[in-house]
């Protein structure tokens, strides 16, 4: 049978042209909008933060505050 580790590897692309993604499960939550702040400010690249919460009006007010603080990182809400 062959050995998956002598497969050739795939070269993994630069992270700048990473595509990176993240959500937060309790979205709703005092401390996201800082959160976010750090993400959006840190080296890992990061393009779109989506927020989940079942507290939909609430997490209007948050995923608001989150997007003032992420600068031009999109943040998106969604009620579950």
């Known amino acids: 049978a062959p050995n998956p580790a002598d497969a ?3 070269a993994c692309p630069p992270l700048e042209e990473t ?3 993240l959500a937060i499960i309790g979205g709703a939550g005092v401390r996201v909008p800082l959160l976010v702040g750090g993400f959006a400010r840190s080296t890992l690249h990061v393009d779109r933060i989506d927020l ?5 009006p609430r997490l209007q007010v948050i995923a608001d505050l989150a997007q003032r ?3 031009p990182v999109r943040v998106q809400a969604h009620a579950t």
């Open 52 to 56: 989940y919460d079942i507290d939909q």
């Open 69 to 71: 603080m992420a600068g």
């Open 19 to 21: 595509i990176v993604k």
């Open 8 to 10: 050739p590897r795939l």
